[in-house]
């Protein structure tokens, strides 16, 4: 047995490529009350058993574990997070802990217009409303719901109750809504958001995806420099600022210059790291020390000084400096994204393990962390879906509504 990890503040616990173990995403159940077609597309789903979902109390408990080990920076997700009842009082259970410097939320913002206010009260820090398309027949046709006023509702509650720190992710698919990059920059303009385009993956339930529906960074950035001039790429290792302080502190380039500069970025692994780079949904920034932003995007910024980000985890993944794992809403901890099975802490917390157990079992799995579940789906030669539709009812695990995306 290892002893038990003992760690400093401004250290954390290394996988087997170097990475650090800082951020926690908590997925608080997988029920949603959307149909997304690129995540839930499914008439009917296996849900997972009420008895196994954690209560808030074992959320925090197993927080204060991974907090202790060097984490510090929790999104709480779902499913739709906003469904659990009394969100806020977590969000007020995890504010309280001091060493979590982040506190964020990601929701589809069916329900912000009547939470938004408990939340920023309870000590919410930033806030992520997904939001694919402005158009309410495309909203319907993709989510199944007719409710795009509800979400836009959302988002004024929340700008109304001081939740200041928000961003829109929108997902871009080829030739259902690609044509509306900039309409969602000027709507984000309008509502004060950051807009961030995510590229469409072939995760959990997405068993409709196809390579030719994605639409990837190089054509974000190609439909955004056509409509408003050379696109200029901010700093890898430039801590998140405001778009003032952006538009002081960088060099303008062109789309080609930003993407070169990126893939050149790519090329050298970090000190300590292997070759084999990787990466989802998080823009890789190699420092391990404490204070340095890890957007999950790569950020660019407009000629008039708009910021927004490019998540492309599908064709740029950058697993190499990925320091994130997720929590599924009965316990289960998976190292990656694109894992096939995790590790069951539920089961250690309610058998009565220790805490100083639980963390030990934590930094000994993260240690042999080999996962770079992205960047080896970029090598297959032809590229299906993660999971067919029988791998997912056999165990809903897999599904990204339960893992939290
Ligand atoms: N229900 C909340 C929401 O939609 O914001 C939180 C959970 S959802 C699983 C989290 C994020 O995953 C959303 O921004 C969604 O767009 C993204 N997502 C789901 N399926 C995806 C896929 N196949 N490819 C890329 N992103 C996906
Ligand atoms: Fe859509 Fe989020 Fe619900 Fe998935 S979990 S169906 S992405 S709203
Ligand atoms: Fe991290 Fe896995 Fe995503 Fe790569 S695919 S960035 S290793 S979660």
């Known amino acids: ?92 259970m995890l504010a309280r802990n001091p060493q979590i410097h982040d506190l964020a939320l990601t929701t589809n913002g069916m329900l912000l217009a009547q939470q938004a206010r408990a939340l920023r009260e309870a000590g919410l820090a930033r806030l992520t409303v997904s939001l694919d398309t402005l158009r309410p027949e495309r909203f319907r046709a993709l989510t199944q719901r007719d409710a795009l006023d509800q979400v836009r509702d959302g988002l004024r509650a929340a700008h109304a109750a001081g939740l200041t720190r928000r961003k829109i992710n929108s997902l871009s698919i080829r030739d259902f809504n690609h044509d509306e990059i900039s309409d969602l920059i000027e709507f984000g303009r309008e509502t004060g958001s950051e807009v961030r385009f995510i590229e469409y993956m072939d995760v959990g339930g997405a068993t409709r995806w196809t390579a030719d529906k994605v639409f990837p960074r190089a054509a974000i950035l190609e439909t955004l420099k056509q409509r408003y001039g050379p696109v200029q790429a901010l700093d890898d290792l430039a801590p998140e600022k405001s778009s003032s302080e952006q538009k002081s502190s960088s060099e303008k380039t062109g789309v080609g210059d930003a993407i070169n500069a990126r893939s050149r970025a790519r090329q050298a692994p970090p000190e300590g790291a292997h070759n084999g780079g990787d990466g989802t949904e998080h823009a890789g920034r190699s420092s391990n020390g404490r204070g340095t932003a890890k957007a999950p995007a790569d950020r660019y910024l407009l000629p008039d000084g708009t910021a927004f980000g490019i998540i492309s985890s599908t064709t740029q993944p950058f697993c190499r400096t990925c320091d994130r794992a997720r929590l599924t809403p009965d316990g289960v901890w998976l190292l990656c994204l694109y894992a096939k099975e995790g590790l069951d802490l539920k089961r250690l917390l309610r058998g009565g393990a220790s805490s100083e157990q639980i963390a030990r079992t934590i930094a000994e799995a993260w240690r042999a962390r080999i996962d770079r579940g992205a960047e080896e789906r970029l090598h297959m030669a032809s590229r299906g879906v993660l999971f067919q539709i029988e791998d997912l009812r056999r165990d809903p695990h897999r599904e990204m509504h339960t893992r939290g995306g």
């Not at 170097?18 to 995403?25: E, H, I």
């Not at 954690?54 to 999104?75: H, N, Q």
């Open 1 to 92: 047995m290892l002893p038990i990890p003992k760690i400093e503040s401004a250290t954390a616990i290394l996988d087997a490529f170097a990475r650090p173990l800082r951020s926690l995403r908590i997925s608080v159940t997988d029920r949603c009350n959307l149909r997304c077609q690129y995540c839930m597309p499914e008439k009917d789903y296996i849900w997972l058993d009420r008895r196994e979902i954690l209560s808030f109390e074992e959320i925090a408990e197993l927080t204060a574990v991974f907090t202790r080990l060097g984490v510090d920076k929790i999104r709480l997700t779902g499913g739709e997070p906003l469904l659990r009842q009394n969100l806020d009082h977590l969000v007020r």
